[in-house]
């Protein structure tokens, strides 16, 4: 490879932003050109403008980047790929705008995720549904291209559930979360909030949960995704953690296996940026542990480098119906669940529009 | 009334066992007259001995009481309750032992707890099984008697579920509890484990509360509990919280009825307890509240004098199917869920002996 | 009494404000009359507006009360005092104008308070500075009065320092502080900043500490306040715990003294407020603890109602210096530290005044 | 080099033991070739053992190694240094036994420091005392050797005092801790007791780090440590932060100087272990922050792998005096503060003697 390619990284100052930046600034693939933030920050230098979170340092060089604009018109022409981790309220209108002037935005944020032509993609569970880009082209006439990464918790969610789709077919989903702190933003919730307590709320969380599993984890026919035919339930809290998430599953399938075919299921399990060796791609997307008291956020949350899932504590849930298993799973919410996993999104798609 | 009635605590050093001396010493009914703990401490003043940690200061004569033996030959005859706060592993023997002797025990441990002619009493639940106690006199020719009351994941969800089966009939439960760290008692959860983190699992929760609940919410027929015909799975964590269980709920419903009437039917709730206004009763056994993010451990665990619990979150889970329901419940798990149950159970027996 | 007087409440949904409104609910001598909060929340109900944090419900009378205006010209003539809990950036104001408008203004905000004529008042401490009144009457020539009560750190510290400059007269002070969240509002302290971490520096607060002590350790000679001879320093960070301010003081005595004589000055010391038997005085107002390991915050922080500060591990700091000696000290930031404070001084300045 | 030296690790499954495992597990010149644990571990497989707690994961080649005695008369003889991490009241008596067979023993543990023939190493700060080893040899008549590293409160304190010492003469140091949870070990600390809470004592702390300070900051003459002529006092806390103590400093110089020259002196040093590259000398020993709310623990104990310590808030404390300054300094308690310190020391030990 020559050159890698060029980067835009918008919202650059808040908790994905920052994990975008941690992912990016050794990457084999892309660099960094661009970063921007919002209007307050314009002209400072990154690292003068972020409250740098991250427990790995700021690299140098990037800290001295000034901000730019996150506006449309402001970004180079140049940049190659746009990623964003604007907040919900602005992300709409400016990705609108990107794509038709002609950028390829990967998105980690909300708006239009539920789109019909706009890929909402989790590299391992849906790689294919990439396809929608031509439908978009097609639909929106734009030059440019919008591609999303799913919520954090469902992008850990429907990585643990795809095998068990594939394999032994899945009728009803119950889970109940217990998020990290950081899925909220720097000043999402108030410490007086969090000490000594759980909240027991997520604005919008799980209709995310919900909403976006069912088009993940459906079938690209026909030039459009037929929802998956599972029904999902999800209750999700917020607790005293830093980083990753833990979700509490309940599953029926369509059939009684055993919990060792399960498990074997869940750790085979490879997908499509396993077999492209993608730099993002965990080599084991699903670790599943054995011990009764695993996964825990603050020991497992890193495993992959953050990009794992891991899973613990499978067993039937035989008195509630033989073909009702449950498991407990861990994933790093800002990296697999938001600029990983975008991270992951980009490279696949560079690799599969042989830009690389 | 004349005397109050002469009470033991065993195991009063444990955190069960303080809440047990909290709730005692000012008790219209009940007088502390016998404290027993492990050997080490036999012969200390209770002060010396304990590592205080309710939120309100010991007071003064009960500090200077001399710790006794826990051994049943030791406990004077004229206790008339013996509150037992004992771990498992001694608890059994010393409990049989003193029924033998003629004791009445109320008892907070596990062992036993399933035993068909020993009541297993979450008063507002099912206190008509108290009437077991004929059917265990018969069997056993004790003199004295043994009623246990339940695991604390166990009284808080019972207590949350049963103006729901009455009314409404139930089929399935799935719950999943975050639980607070005094529930594994002073050193049950190292600090280490727990700062930023979750422990996914805790020995034996689960057995206890698809078990217990199973007979608490079972009908008393021909001198022994035939076991509801419900289904339960439970997942349990333990959560760095201080004090208050709380337990995310879906509940399938024989039949579909509103959010409106089943927030009635359980706001509406009253039972033997608050009939007798027993003076451990709390007024309204459950307390729902309709705000978005509650109920929450630190600000409610404290309702009714921590003997309500606090329901919240109520809404239909109608994705996977109109019959389910889902909810949050909050109780305090030592008051509540142990010691605040213990007299409570103690107050309905004398209460209905005519003891008092 | 006839009838009780009528009190104001000014930025009644912040932190402190809630312990205001907590307080005052049951006053013998005091009703609330008004409360007030910022633009957004006017005309709403109480219980509408406020997030709502103390331990104990918010009384239902109070919840339904509707917000008014803080603006000066708003509030009622017939209102006998005004509480302010407001920020600091609009208390000034506010304030000035209330006391030109003939109102009675006890404050908890920081402006002001080193002006020389207007009263720093920790009652226990110096309450007779009340005496700079009548300076500030002739001075501004105003028909009200402006009163403040200390910074939350400075209230706790003086207190404990007030026996042994009397009796024992003082030289430095070095001051390490580890501050409750709840001393920085409702958000000031993001949860994602404080989990498993510290933050070592608190704006403001050390140049508070060092110089409003001075201040209220200070004598009133010929109507103005001599500050104290003596020199601070202090260090102050923010720590993971609700409410409790820890202080680690090292004192360079003006002469050498045992740890008895200390603590005995320490325990019998009382006050003016003690005296007249004020309503809110704590019993007590310094509370000696002999255990190795108190005071600790949450064990603590509730003595004498919030009203009392805990002295622990009194001992000689021989090794700098036989004069020098170290102890820990623990105050309720939001009841002896602010609200507690405030209501204490105007009880003191109506029974002075012969209002009550 | 041919050949690693071989190290064995006494203590293995506690928490500075398992650093030692993560620290040495990939060092360039020493192998892990024994490793021991109480009784009850003896024959297990490490990782069957041990509670992992580092954030990094075991290495699979370690975890496999079985648990073997403790027991001097245990340890092969081809070992060349023995790295104890043992409890206190087990420690003297094996490590003085380990001596007398002829091994070299650095240990964390802390008895025996004091003594006079002990070196008591921090690395960059007292290096030269490992002359000590002669007289050691000469009045034990040992052919093996002990050599202690400091207390973990103690490593950090004085590497940041050293270069103050040199440079401008020091005469009074007051010290607050504010210390991890990590540094009483896996079950040192309840969570019940830590969780919103600060405990304010640590046992033995404050004269561990009042006398140890003296001797590592003493010169060496005439073979044998003549303390500094400094007066230190110290109150240690615990509270609620994984790892990474951090201590508030208030130190009087012989004479005046300016923050700037303080800052630059401390930024500037640099020791034996850096002119020696060793590997796991930091390449900057102190890093000093200029931002007003740092060092902070989670974001800044991982500096120079955990090997730095962080200076921050370098101020004068000039109302107490102008030869007065404060700072704080966060170092990590079980890397620079133990594990990583004694592997130093073991580095700096067989690098002087040239046994690499």
Redesign the interface.
Known sequence: MVDKLKVAVLGATG?VGQRFIQLLCNHPWFEINYIAASQASIGKRYKDSVT??V?T?LPENIGNLTIQSAEPEAIPKNIDIVFSALPSNVAEKIELSLAKRGFTVVSNSSPLRLEPDIPLINPEVNWDHLKLIKVQKKKRKWKGVIIKNPNCTTAILTLSLKPLLEEFGLR???V?T?QA??GAG????????????????I?GEEEKV?NESMKILGKLENDSVKPASI???A?T?R????DGH?E?V?VELLKEHSVNVIADTLKMFKSKPQELSLPTAPQKPIIVRFE????????DR??GKGMSIVV??ISK?A???GK?I?Y?VLGHNTIRGAAGSAILVAELYVKLEGMI
């Open positions: 908790l740098w979170l427990e340092p009803k989903i119950i109940t217990l702190v950081s720097l000043r999402g919730v108030p410490s007086i909030l969090i000490i000594d307590n759980i909240i027991p709320f604005k919900e029904s999902i339930s209750m809290t607790v005293p953690v830093i833990l509490v309940h009764e008291d695993r996964p825990q956020p603050r020991l890193l495993e613990g504590r849930a008195k509630i119906g009702w449950k407990i």
